[in-house]
């Protein structure tokens, strides 16, 4: 066994002892002042969080998922620590479960908003208050799916690199350039800052002046962000009000609207650049 691999009964006595009880909050806080620390779960999502240039910290590895495409990943970084338990001893942890049984904590990276990161984009996605993980992993999976450009999010949006949303997103979080607004109560003013940069923008909203979103001269737009807001309230009326239209996918047998995140595939795949 490498030196570096440690076969564990109990968590007691490592750093994961905290780490798997701490909320995503405290691991974010955990080396103030310095950044970090995120969970990556999963082999696919830990690999393309590495190929991002994020730097392992440990890992954690239920032992029936030693393989050796696990461990061909942690000889990349031969010199962190690896813990190797059976699955008795991670369930022993209230709400504990792994999916394809790898953890690693990982440093987290500063990430702040520029206006140079927007040089050359055609399509942008400016997320407003979406604090569902779930749906936020979703919409990320399909902005690099379906070929948007970047993710720009309110300070009201949960955190891309919780485990959760990293997993959902399948590690397209760390494939996909996004960062956080200047701290506002919406997009409104990031809407505004766009259209000097030569960006239509687009609300995803029910209004009764909305196009459909199969709209010739919107698809057509040579520069576009595409505005979604939060599950439950929608994009704050600041922000509809600030976009140069508003659009809609229709609908059929009653239905009034999608997820929003079923609703950001839709949009995607239909406003992409041609």
């Not at 969080?49 to 050796?68: E, K, R």
Request: net charge negative; with cysteine; charged share 20%.
């Amino acid at each position: 066994m490498a030196p570096n691999v440690t076969r564990i009964v109990t968590l007691s006595g490592t750093p994961w002892s905290e780490w798997v009880r701490f909320s995503e909050t405290q691991l974010f806080h955990i080396n103030e002042p310095a950044q970090g620390l995120f969970i990556a779960e999963s082999p696919n999502v830990i690999e393309r969080a590495m190929n991002a240039g994020y730097m392992p910290v440990s890992f954690l590895i239920d032992t029936a998922f030693y393989t050796p495409q696990v461990q061909a990943l942690t000889e990349r970084y031969n010199d962190k620590p690896i813990y190797l338990a059976d699955a008795s001893v991670l369930n022993s942890v209230k709400g504990m479960h792994l999916t394809r049984g790898v953890l690693c904590a990982m440093q987290r990276r500063e990430r702040q908003y520029s206006a140079e990161m927007l040089s050359g984009m055609h399509r942008i996605v400016i997320l407003e208050n979406i604090m569902n993980p779930t749906n936020l992993g979703a919409i990320f999976r399909s902005a690099a799916a379906l070929g948007m450009d970047a993710v720009l999010l309110t300070t009201g949006c949960t955190d891309p690199l919780y485990r959760r949303a990293a997993r959902v997103s399948m590690g397209t979080v760390f494939q996909i350039p996004w960062a956080y607004l200047p701290d506002a109560p919406d997009a409104s003013e990031t809407v505004r800052m766009l259209r000097g940069f030569g960006f239509q923008t687009a609300a995803m909203a029910l209004c009764d002046d909305s196009v459909s979103i199969d709209d010739a001269e919107l698809r057509s737009a040579e520069q576009l962000a595409i505005v979604l807001g939060t599950e439950g309230e929608g994009l704050a009326p600041e922000t509809i009000a600030a976009c140069d239209r508003t659009v809609r996918i229709p609908m059929m047998h009653g239905v009034d609207s999608l997820n929003v995140a079923a609703a950001s595939a839709v949009a995607f795949w239909e406003l992409r650049k041609r």
